[in-house]
């Protein structure tokens, strides 16, 4: 496979010279051709997108941006949104539908054909993020009274329509799942075999209703690639890829990355995401947070005369503050990504409250040890030296403690535990940390 020459293929669809280009274009994997019909300008996008191959133009589709794809839909003819929405994946037109305009959607379901049309509807039902929402309906099923020689004759009869056939789906006259079977296994078997005796009965396998975060977590864990969808009376449904999976990663990866910066999530890549979309996501949770930092100016409104009477308290504030945030979010972080890969679960509260709190006791140690020497060098007073490094020391504590559980008790209030990031985790840590301060410099520096 060459790689592809954007400048090559630009000249040629500049020139108009079709059958050039249908040859140049045959050759080539379907995602870079994708990229490149992604780059050109409007005026030849759709006449790159006619000169595919007919056996490849909706896999191409299929890799597009939806902004792509529903101007490529709105521009050519009916008989050709036909060709392409009867041979795109069930998935991948699920997706399409769901993405483009209600008078698009009329468009392209007029032209689908009854069987697609119903598969397409029959998908769109399922709750969104859901398995049956990211499922295929094309894969390989064969019956287990058959022969190995059967399946061979079935496979190499309906392969071509299918999204995989490396694994098999054995059902019943029901089309409840009864085993699976891989190709390699049927290779290696003698073509008299009846599928029943060799076929693998500890299926793994989820039910349509099923987040599809458990789905990503399976494939990871036992390094699949497909995973069986049934219904709620054991009837196969459809089929997850891998393909379909990585997306999902990626989609959970960035919804938690943009809740984790205080961020509502946006649908969209930031480049195609409008500014007033971008601004509307962060504007809430800013909002919040300042109104939450108030609170940490009516501590220290409260506790004005401490830091009149001795001004250098007041130097040590950002350090604290600081010091607390990052070790919050330390935690915070840790647990996070623990809770994400499934490592960790509402039942380890008290196992990641203890394990965090010792951890807290050596770190804590450790800063306010050199915290203490600091004072002292710069300074030499012992009694602001302690109180700040005693300070310090509980605030180390109380933020790898709290960080380590806000996410876990977030999660037992069905939140997303994302959000007890270190936005959050800085604002609460503020606010206990400067109160522990001034009441600690009260009692010691008998304010």
Not at 413 to 432: C, N, Q
């Amino acid at each position: 496979m060459r790689r592809i020459d954007f400048s090559t293929l630009n000249r040629l669809v500049e020139a108009k010279q079709l059958k050039p280009l249908k040859e140049a274009l045959a050759d080539f994997n379907v995602v870079d051709l994708a990229n490149f019909i992604e780059q050109l300008n409007r005026e030849s996008v759709v006449y790159a997108f006619r000169a595919l191959p007919k056996d490849i133009a909706a896999q191409v589709f299929s890799y597009l941006s939806f902004e792509s794809q529903e101007f490529i839909v709105q521009s050519i003819t009916e008989q050709e949104i036909g060709h392409i929405i009867n041979d795109l994946f069930s998935d991948d037109a699920a997706d399409l539908i769901e993405e483009l305009p209600a008078n698009v959607v009329k468009k392209v379901l007029r032209n689908a054909s009854p069987e697609v049309r119903n598969t397409i509807n029959q998908l769109l039902q399922y709750p969104a993020e859901s398995a049956g929402s990211i499922m295929t309906a094309e894969f390989v099923d064969l019956k287990k009274h058959m022969t190995v020689g059967e399946a061979f004759a079935r496979i190499r009869r309906t392969a071509f329509e299918k999204e995989t056939v490396y694994t098999c789906y054995v059902i019943d006259e029901h089309r409840r799942l009864e085993g699976v079977i891989s190709v390699k296994r049927l290779l290696v078997t003698p073509d008299d075999t009846i599928l029943s005796q060799v076929m693998e009965t500890n299926i793994i396998k989820v039910t349509t209703t099923d987040d599809q975060e458990l789905v990503a977590h399976l494939f990871a864990k036992y390094g699949l690639l497909s995973l069986p969808v049934v219904d709620h009376e054991n009837r196969l449904v459809g089929i997850v890829t891998i393909d379909d999976v990585i997306d999902v990663i990626h989609e959970e990866a960035t919804e938690d990355f943009e809740r984790m910066a205080a961020m509502l999530p946006s649908e969209k890549p930031y480049l195609k995401t409008s500014v007033l979309s971008l601004a509307k996501n962060r504007f809430a949770w800013l909002l919040f947070l300042m109104v939450s930092g108030m609170i940490v100016g009516s501590i220290l409104a409260k506790y004005e005369e401490a830091f009149v009477a001795i001004p250098l308290l007041v130097t040590f504030i950002p350090m604290l503050t600081d010091t607390g945030g990052n070790a919050g979010s330390q935690s915070s972080t840790l647990v996070i990504r623990g809770m994400a890969l499934s490592e960790i679960r509402v039942g380890d509260f008290l196992k990641v409250f203890f394990k965090e709190f010792r951890v807290s006791l050596i770190v804590g140690l450790g800063l306010s040890i050199a915290n203490f020497i600091r004072i002292m060098i710069s300074y030499k007073d012992p009694m602001i030296a302690l109180t700040v490094s005693l300070s310090l020391y509980l605030t180390v504590v109380i933020a790898k403690t709290v960080g380590g559980i806000l996410p876990i008790f977030a999660k037992l209030v069905k939140a997303d535990p994302a959000i007890m990031a270190a936005p959050i985790i800085t604002t609460v840590v503020d606010a206990l940390s400067l109160m522990l301060y001034f009441r600690i410099a009260v009692v010691l520096l008998k304010l």
